[in-house]
Structures are given as structure tokens and as C-alpha cells.
């Protein structure tokens, strides 16, 4: 079943065509990668999908809602949560203090004035939290200011804070982006245990073909703001457009 | 910061404890360090004052500029209370509390869309279109310049609100709105509006309704401004017109930022710095005291950025790490 439609979406800024006519259908319970040379598109997508961008035409459809015009805290509460390209945070504050912000936000629905809160009432949403991290494997730093994490640990933090509001599809911008090696092998393996989990929706937007071609159930080639190939992993990789694309050098920017 | 059983009760009652004993036993040690009755009550409403201020500034990382519209608008609406409807102080200072309410509605609304120096510029801008109001379209309602006089001895039904009177009830409202800031601050309510601070985007991809925190942040905020501008005419049934000023605006941050933004505890020691300073030490000093305390303020911010609460830290550092 498809939990987001994206339709006829158009989006120039200027007169460069950053999105021309943009069709995707991503399938529930799926990890489905958005690949493409720099200034495809990629990025573009995504702030429109949260709420960022406001396409010139177009719709996007999440779990049969329309996303578009919403504010990005609305988008997030409909289950729809991004990871950015750096690792957001909330830099001065405990691991914990971070998830348990998410954890409320969840509970609350975004806003509540519950400044006498009671330990009690609190200790689900810390327990959520804790739970969390130690899904993600940050449980025993959970008392560390965020800002003294490792990179590694930061986008794994982001990522506790993205899963505590158990959304139902997850965004990520370039998840291992500046990563060394064994830190991109972990966060492959999270995001895969993720999905098993969860199940998850991902969308992925990554440059790294090792991470794309190990994680996704299905695989979409932007380029030059149009979707110019689809397909499974094996469909993709031997794909004329897309060696053209990559190799030809006509969208490097 | 959470701990691990999440209790929030229990830290909060020794300070809490402290400060009240500390409040309540001013009249009894203030004089011997040269203060004398009356400032005590005047440090106290401060105290509030300031509070409230490090609530907007420290934890949710928002420098106003005009918060005498809070402080001066709760003043004039007491004063006006007090001298047309009924000399007891609760409905005074309940309809002033209201109206800085209101104004915070208001003008939280129309400024914190903007972070930054553009929020600070707006609500100087704000604050000094109330005090200009004041001075001139509404002089008939507010005495101009010459501020509201002829207010009647405020009452708290047959109690004459005077002297010690006065004091304890501010002290008792103080004790109180410590301890309401301390619970708020503990709250996930504060925990939001640390995050707001730390990294609002984020915060907004959480799923948090940002603009609501820093609306009830602001008006928070606001309330403690108003009360304290009410216990002001309480304590001095005459509100002038300097209660709107900017000048009375820069004086709250320069004490929160002097005891130390974001400690709570910091700004109520820097408020009653201040106040000791101008009130106390400055006979000795004759008139170069404000050349005095100017030096003193840059001299924190330069080599103490977090206040004295930053230097109480080092020197125990220093006494209990050693080498360290």
C-alpha cells in the first residue's frame, strides 16, 4: 500500500527548474533511496515534504492526507519525521533530555502547558526515552551533553529522537554523510535493524552507492529535477540513464 | 536535568527553603550590613522581577528590551485600581497582573516571530510606545510626567498595607513565585522551552508546536513583570512614569546578567546587588557610584560570562578540586 504520493510536483526557483513534474509512490514498510548528481533535486524534495518548500504545483499525499500547506511540526505529528543532513540536536542538553523532548512531544501532541507535571505522570515518556536509546545503542551515554557525542553518536541520537515519536515513515538527508567507515557500517545496520523492527517507511537520500545498494527495497534517480529511472536495486545498477547520468557529467554543477 | 527516578519535588525544597528563610529573616540582619527597611521590601519585589526575566532570557534564550511595559502597565493599572475603585490591594493588583497579561498577549504575538537582536529592537521599540503613550496621549489617565499621585494607603481589607506589612506579604509572594519557576523550569513545559534556546528548528521537527511555548514562555514571564510592578505601588502608592522607561528595562538585565543568566538563583542575587549597590554603597562612593558599577558589570561579562553564580562555581572548584 502506498503511505506517500507524490503528484505532478513542480518547484523553480528563478527560472531554474528544481523539480519538474515529479511522480513517486512510496510503498509502506519499504527503504526507498533517492539517488542523483548534485543539484538533481534530491534536497528539494525532501523540504518539500516536510513543509519546508511550498512546490509551485503539485500535491503530496501522506497515508491519504495532504501534506503541503501544513506546518512542519503538523507534517511531523501526522508520523512523518526527518533526520538532517548535520546531525540536529539539542547540542547543551543530556542525550536523554533529548529523546524525553520527543517522547513528550509525542504524548502531548505538540503543545501542552503541564508545568506541574508529577514524576508519575512523567515516567512513561522517560521510559519511552530510555527504551529508545537503547534501541539505538546510546543508552549507556545517556547522561553526556549531546554536543560531546561523536558524529557517529550524534546522527544515532537524532535518529532516537526521530523514532521516539514512533512515526510512521522516516526521512533521512544523506544519513552517513562525513562518516568514517565503521560508523556508515553501524548506521547501516540501525537503520536496517530499524525497519525489521518497526516497519518503518525510509526514504533515504544518499550518495553513497554501498549504503543505497545494501538498504533499499526499491530505488529512484533524479536528475536534473526529473525522476528519470526506478527500480529494484539490480534494475537500477545497470540502467543506461543512469550511468549517463552519473558518468555523462551534463548535471554536475 | 532529568535524573534517573525523575523526581521533581524533592530538589526543589531545600532552595526553596533556604531563599524563604533567607527573605524572612531580612529585617533581622539587612541593617547590620548598612541596608535599612524598605529596601529590603524593594529587593524583594525586584527579586520577582528578575525571576520572571531569567524564565524569558535564560531558559528560553529571548532578551527583551522592554519589559518595564510589563512592569509599568501592571503599576499604572494597580495605581488606577487603587485610586478610583477601591483602596484593597487584591483587586489592584489582580486587575494588574491581568492587564500585563493582556499586553504580553500582545506584544509576544507581534515580536517573537523574530530571534535574536530583531526580537530585542522590537521590544524596546514596544516598550518605549507605551512609555511615550504614557507621557503624552493617555497623561490625563496617567499623570504624564508627573507620574499617578494622591493614591490612597493600600489595604488588605482591614490591614494598612505599610512597613513590615508590606514586606512580608512581598516576601510571601516571592517564596511562592520561586517556588512556581523552579517547578516550571523542572517541567517538561521548561524542558520545551530550554529546547526552544538550545535548537528551535529541531524542536520544530519534533513536533512541537513551537510558537505556543514562546508565547506562554513570554507571558510567563510577564506575569512575574506584572506583579512585581503591582507590589511596587503597594509598597509606593505612586507610580511614576520612569516604570515604563527603557531605563528600568535595561536595569533587569543588567542584574540577570550579572548574577548569571539561566541559574534563577543568579538574577535574584544580582537584583539584590544592585539594589545594595545603588542604595547602600553608593553614599561611599559619591557620585562616581554608577563609573563603580559600570566597571563592575563589564568586568563580569568579560571575565565572568556566566555571573556570579559562574564565580561562586570557580572559587568552590577551586577549594574543593585542588590541582585539578
Same mark, same amino acid.
Given at each position: 500500500?502506498?503511505?506517500?504520493?507524490?503528484?505532478?510536483?513542480?518547484?523553480?526557483?528563478?527560472?531554474?527548474?528544481?523539480?519538474?513534474?515529479?511522480?513517486?509512490?512510496?510503498?509502506?514498510?519499504?527503504?526507498?533511496?533517492?539517488?542523483?548528481?548534485?543539484?538533481?533535486?534530491?534536497?528539494?524534495?525532501?523540504?518539500?515534504?516536510?513543509?519546508?518548500?511550498?512546490?509551485?504545483?503539485?500535491?503530496?499525499?501522506?497515508?491519504?492526507?495532504?501534506?503541503?500547506?501544513?506546518?512542519?511540526?503538523?507534517?511531523?505529528?501526522?508520523?512523518?519525521?526527518?533526520?538532517?543532513?548535520?546531525?540536529?540536536?539539542?547540542?547543551?542538553?543530556?542525550?536523554?533530555?533529548?529523546?524525553?523532548?520527543?517522547?513528550?512531544?509525542?504524548?502531548?501532541?505538540?503543545?501542552?502547558?503541564?508545568?506541574?507535571?508529577?514524576?508519575?505522570?512523567?515516567?512513561?515518556?522517560?521510559?519511552?526515552?530510555?527504551?529508545?536509546?537503547?534501541?539505538?545503542?546510546?543508552?549507556?551515554?545517556?547522561?553526556?551533553?549531546?554536543?560531546?557525542?561523536?558524529?557517529?553518536?550524534?546522527?544515532?541520537?537524532?535518529?532516537?529522537?526521530?523514532?521516539?515519536?514512533?512515526?510512521?515513515?522516516?526521512?533521512?538527508?544523506?544519513?552517513?554523510?562525513?562518516?568514517?567507515?565503521?560508523?556508515?557500517?553501524?548506521?547501516?545496520?540501525?537503520?536496517?535493524?530499524?525497519?525489521?523492527?518497526?516497519?518503518?517507511?525510509?526514504?533515504?537520500?544518499?550518495?553513497?552507492?554501498?549504503?543505497?545498494?545494501?538498504?533499499?527495497?526499491?530505488?529512484?534517480?533524479?536528475?536534473?529535477?526529473?525522476?528519470?529511472?526506478?527500480?529494484?536495486?539490480?534494475?537500477?545498477?545497470?540502467?543506461?540513464?543512469?550511468?549517463?547520468?552519473?558518468?555523462?557529467?551534463?548535471?554536475?554543477? | 536535568?532529568?535524573?534517573?527516578?525523575?523526581?521533581?519535588?524533592?530538589?526543589?525544597?531545600?532552595?526553596? =527553603? =533556604?531563599?524563604?528563610?533567607?527573605?524572612?529573616? *531580612?529585617?533581622?540582619?539587612?541593617?547590620?550590613?548598612?541596608?535599612?527597611?524598605?529596601?529590603?521590601?524593594?529587593? %524583594?519585589?525586584?527579586?520577582?522581577?528578575?525571576?520572571?526575566?531569567?524564565?524569558?532570557?535564560?531558559?528560553?534564550?529571548?532578551?527583551?528590551?522592554?519589559?518595564?511595559?510589563?512592569?509599568?502597565?501592571?503599576?499604572?493599572?494597580?495605581?488606577?485600581?487603587?485610586?478610583?475603585?477601591?483602596?484593597?490591594?487584591?483587586?489592584?493588583?489582580?486587575?494588574?497582573?491581568?492587564?500585563?497579561?493582556?499586553?504580553?498577549?500582545?506584544?509576544?504575538?507581534?515580536?517573537?516571530?523574530?530571534?535574536?537582536?530583531?526580537?530585542?529592537?522590537?521590544?524596546?521599540?514596544?516598550?518605549? *510606545?507605551?512609555?511615550?503613550?504614557?507621557?503624552?496621549? @493617555?497623561?490625563?489617565?496617567?499623570?504624564?510626567?508627573?507620574?499617578?499621585?494622591?493614591?490612597?494607603?493600600?489595604?488588605?481589607?482591614?490591614?494598612? *498595607?505599610?512597613?513590615?506589612?508590606?514586606?512580608?506579604?512581598?516576601?510571601?509572594?516571592?517564596?511562592?513565585?520561586?517556588?512556581?519557576?523552579?517547578?516550571?523550569?523542572?517541567?517538561?513545559?521548561?524542558?520545551?522551552?530550554?529546547?526552544?534556546?538550545?535548537?528551535?528548528?529541531?524542536?520544530?521537527?519534533?513536533?512541537?508546536? %513551537?510558537?505556543?511555548?514562546?508565547?506562554?514562555?513570554?507571558?510567563?514571564?510577564? %506575569?512575574?513583570?506584572?506583579?512585581?510592578?503591582?507590589?511596587?505601588? %503597594?509598597?509606593?502608592?505612586?507610580?511614576?512614569?520612569?516604570?515604563?522607561?527603557?531605563?528600568?528595562?535595561?536595569?533587569?538585565?543588567?542584574?540577570?546578567?550579572?548574577?548569571?543568566?539561566?541559574?534563577?538563583?543568579?538574577?535574584?542575587?544580582?537584583?539584590?546587588?544592585? @539594589?545594595?549597590?545603588?542604595?547602600?554603597?553608593?553614599?561611599?562612593?559619591?557620585?562616581?557610584?554608577?563609573?563603580?558599577?559600570?566597571?563592575?558589570?563589564?568586568?563580569?561579562?568579560?571575565?565572568?560570562?556566566?555571573?556570579?553564580?559562574?564565580?561562586?562555581?570557580?572559587?568552590?572548584?577551586?577549594? =574543593?578540586?585542588?590541582?585539578?
Amino acid at each position: 500500500m502506498a503511505i506517500l504520493e507524490i503528484r505532478d510536483v513542480s518547484k523553480n526557483f528563478g527560472g531554474l527548474a528544481a523539480l519538474g513534474d515529479v511522480n513517486l509512490t512510496i510503498e509502506e514498510g519499504t527503504i526507498h533511496s533517492l539517488i542523483g548528481p548534485n543539484g538533481a533535486g534530491k534536497s528539494t524534495l525532501l523540504n518539500v515534504l516536510v513543509g519546508l518548500l511550498e512546490p509551485d504545483v503539485g500535491t503530496v499525499l501522506f497515508k491519504g492526507e495532504p501534506v503541503l500547506g501544513k506546518a512542519p511540526h503538523e507534517i511531523n505529528q501526522m508520523g512523518l519525521a526527518r533526520v538532517f543532513q548535520t546531525p540536529a540536536i539539542f547540542d547543551d542538553m543530556s542525550v536523554l533530555e533529548n529523546v524525553a523532548i520527543a517522547a513528550y512531544a509525542a504524548r502531548d501532541g505538540g503543545y501542552a502547558f503541564n508545568v506541574f507535571e508529577t514524576p508519575a505522570s512523567a515516567k512513561p515518556c522517560i521510559d519511552l526515552a530510555k527504551e529508545t536509546l537503547n534501541d539505538v545503542g546510546l543508552f549507556e551515554q545517556r547522561k553526556v551533553i549531546a554536543s560531546h557525542l561523536s558524529r557517529g553518536d550524534k546522527r544515532r541520537l537524532e535518529m532516537a529522537l526521530c523514532l521516539a515519536r514512533k512515526p510512521d515513515m522516516l526521512l533521512l538527508d544523506e544519513p552517513t554523510a562525513g562518516m568514517a567507515r565503521a560508523d556508515t557500517e553501524n548506521t547501516i545496520k540501525l537503520l536496517q535493524r530499524i525497519s525489521d523492527k518497526g516497519g518503518i517507511t525510509m526514504v533515504i537520500v544518499e550518495h553513497d552507492m554501498n549504503v543505497v545498494f545494501s538498504l533499499s527495497n526499491y530505488i529512484s534517480v533524479l536528475a536534473q529535477g526529473r525522476i528519470i529511472a526506478e527500480g529494484v536495486p539490480d534494475e537500477i545498477k545497470g540502467h543506461p540513464k543512469v550511468i549517463e547520468a552519473y558518468l555523462g557529467g551534463e548535471t554536475e554543477e | 536535568m532529568i535524573s534517573d527516578n525523575a523526581s521533581f519535588y524533592k530538589k526543589d525544597i531545600l532552595p526553596v =527553603t =533556604t531563599f524563604a528563610v533567607v527573605l524572612l529573616t *531580612m529585617p533581622f540582619w539587612f541593617r547590620y550590613i548598612g541596608g535599612y527597611s524598605g529596601l529590603d521590601t524593594k529587593i %524583594v519585589i525586584w527579586i520577582i522581577f528578575a525571576i520572571g526575566f531569567d524564565i524569558l532570557l535564560g531558559y528560553m534564550g529571548f532578551l527583551s528590551f522592554g519589559h518595564a511595559a510589563f512592569f509599568g502597565t501592571s503599576a499604572y493599572f494597580t495605581g488606577l485600581m487603587l485610586l478610583h475603585y477601591s483602596n484593597n490591594i487584591l483587586p489592584a493588583i489582580t486587575v494588574g497582573v491581568i492587564s500585563a497579561i493582556i499586553m504580553a498577549f500582545i506584544i509576544g504575538f507581534l515580536t517573537l516571530k523574530r530571534t535574536g537582536i530583531y526580537f530585542s529592537i522590537l521590544t524596546l521599540a514596544f516598550g518605549e *510606545m507605551l512609555h511615550s503613550m504614557v507621557l503624552s496621549t @493617555l497623561q490625563d489617565w496617567t499623570g504624564g510626567d508627573n507620574g499617578l499621585t494622591g493614591l490612597p494607603t493600600p489595604m488588605l481589607f482591614d490591614i494598612k *498595607m505599610q512597613g513590615d506589612n508590606v514586606f512580608y506579604l512581598t516576601v510571601i509572594v516571592a517564596i511562592v513565585m520561586y517556588y512556581i519557576a523552579r517547578r516550571i523550569i523542572g517541567s517538561p513545559f521548561g524542558l520545551m522551552l530550554k529546547a526552544i534556546k538550545s535548537n528551535q528548528v529541531r524542536l520544530e521537527y519534533t513536533g512541537v508546536h %513551537v510558537a505556543r511555548y514562546k508565547l506562554m514562555g513570554f507571558v510567563i514571564s510577564a %506575569v512575574y513583570a506584572g506583579v512585581a510592578g503591582a507590589l511596587m505601588i %503597594v509598597y509606593e502608592p505612586y507610580v511614576a512614569s520612569e516604570f515604563m522607561g527603557w531605563h528600568l528595562s535595561g536595569q533587569v538585565v543588567i542584574m540577570t546578567v550579572l548574577g548569571g543568566v539561566g541559574t534563577l538563583f543568579g538574577p535574584m542575587l544580582g537584583a539584590a546587588f544592585m @539594589l545594595y549597590f545603588e542604595n547602600v554603597v553608593s553614599v561611599y562612593l559619591g557620585a562616581q557610584w554608577l563609573l563603580v558599577l559600570g566597571a563592575i558589570f563589564m568586568a563580569t561579562v568579560i571575565f565572568l560570562p556566566g555571573g556570579f553564580v559562574e564565580a561562586g562555581s570557580r572559587i568552590k572548584k577551586a577549594l =574543593t578540586g585542588g590541582g585539578k
